[in-house]
């Protein structure tokens, strides 16, 4: 442990140089995705006024109290209220309004009596109505007004994420527009004379360049926008013109895969190391152990991750993500995380904590790693099958069958 950074002190470290960015006012509808500047408060009411939840008759609940199969009461319809309609109908005494689901309930009726208990259901429904069940309740089946949400009140919090569930709730509160971050502008740099573009055929000493898709991936899904992706060879002078074109494009945010470690061809630390702008740690964690991180003089964080996929998996959710959500001003910034039991055994590095690409059973909370091949940060085909992190102090030796496990999830 002498010399290397907790995983807590580096995340402080990022998370102290995170600015949250600008914010801008939006429709609802093309905010999706964006975290909440200000709150969002309900124009009207939800709902808009007294409405029906069921298909049946509108009717005075004295009316129909003694009703049963055995003593049907019978009413007169004299109004007919789909869904749509802006009418209110007087009902007297012994009167009843056919009405449809979401259409507003007259004034003078208190409950709502489905065609299911009616005797001839909706295929007798007008002109008359025998009623063979009484209400179970007073006010039964009717939505009242200002029920779920009264004008004024807070449909979406600041620091929300704006997803469909918060979208809908917006629109059905009458809610226009909304104030939120900017998303996060994000260059991906993969360092490496080894690399080959996606797809193109594979020869000794050359290897698909992996990282690059999936910080793609990653940087969306922290709904971020992707403004440059590139290769580059491990030659300082390629990371210091990808920088620069990187900080042209207003790039907030620079993450570099491979380069700083401490070998005789390392790009990223050549280009930066001892320049006072970024700089280069050793992280008590396994995978992703060698960590770079700064800020430019242009304002932008520089991440240097280590070149082997999972580490980049584990470094970009344990330190990148918490960025880009914490520059747009989330107020939940961390991945979910659960505990669960293992249902096989593995061995975890010493003095490092480890995150280990697992496959959770949600139906018995159980955990196992994703792949046979063990931790390896080389080991990108486990993380397929990988939907979490299994999690283990610095001070576990190993992992026993039925040990509870922390595990972050992650899909």
Do not use: C
């Not at 309004?97 to 001839?120: H, K, L, N, Q």
């Not at 009484?134 to 979406?156: I, M, N, S, Y």
């Not at 080894?194 to 969306?220: C, F, K, M, W, Y």
């Not at 480890?354 to 139906?363: R, T």
């Amino acid at each position: 442990m002498s010399g290397r950074r907790t995983v807590e002190d580096q995340l402080a470290r990022v998370l102290a140089a995170v600015r949250v960015l600008d914010a801008e006012a939006r429709p609802v509808r093309s905010a999706a995705g964006r975290t909440l500047a200000a709150p969002a408060a309900a124009a009207h009411d939800i709902p808009l006024f007294d409405n029906s939840a069921m298909d049946g008759f509108a009717v005075r609940g004295a009316d129909v109290a003694a009703a049963s199969e055995d003593n049907p009461i019978t009413l007169r319809v004299v109004a007919d209220l789909p869904a749509g309609v802006a009418l209110d109908p007087p009902l007297g005494p012994g009167d009843a309004a056919r009405i449809m689901t979401g259409s507003p309930t007259p004034a003078d009726a208190d409950v709502i009596v489905p065609f299911e208990d009616t005797e001839g259901g909706l295929a007798d429904s007008l002109g008359e109505v025998r009623v063979l069940r009484a209400p179970a309740k007073p006010g039964v089946f009717v939505r009242r007004r200002g029920t779920d949400l009264r004008a004024g009140d807070e449909v979406v919090r600041t620091g929300e994420r704006l997803g469909a569930f918060q979208v809908a709730a917006a629109v059905a509160a009458g809610v226009a527009e909304v104030t939120v971050t900017r998303a996060p502008r994000v260059a991906v740099v993969s360092t490496g004379s080894e690399l080959l573009a996606p797809g193109e055929a594979v020869t000794r000493g050359h290897i698909p360049d992996s990282n690059g898709p999936l910080l793609e991936q990653l940087v969306a899904d922290a709904d971020a926008e992707v403004v440059l992706v590139a290769r580059v060879t491990d030659e300082a002078e390629a990371v210091r013109a990808v920088t620069a074109e990187a900080v042209a494009l207003g790039a907030d945010v620079i993450i570099f895969t491979g380069g700083v470690s401490a070998g005789a061809y390392e790009p990223v630390r050549g280009a930066f190391d001892g320049q006072g702008e970024v700089e280069f740690a050793s992280v008590a964690m396994q995978p992703g152990k060698p960590q770079a991180f700064g800020v430019l003089n242009s304002g932008a964080l520089v991440f240097g991750l280590p070149g082997n996929p999972v580490s980049v998996a584990v470094s970009f959710e344990v330190f990148v993500r918490p960025a880009l959500l914490a520059l747009q001003g989330r107020a939940e910034i961390q991945r979910p995380r659960a505990v669960f039991t293992a249902d096989a055994a593995w061995t975890t590095p010493p003095g490092r904590r480890q995150y280990l690409p697992a496959i959770v059973d949600l139906a018995t909370r159980t955990v196992r790693p994703a792949t046979a091949g063990g931790s390896g940060s080389h080991l990108a085909g486990g993380l397929a099958r990988a939907h979490a992190f299994a999690i283990l102090p610095a001070e576990v030796a190993a992992v026993a069958v039925g040990d509870p496990i922390d595990v972050m999830l992650v899909g």
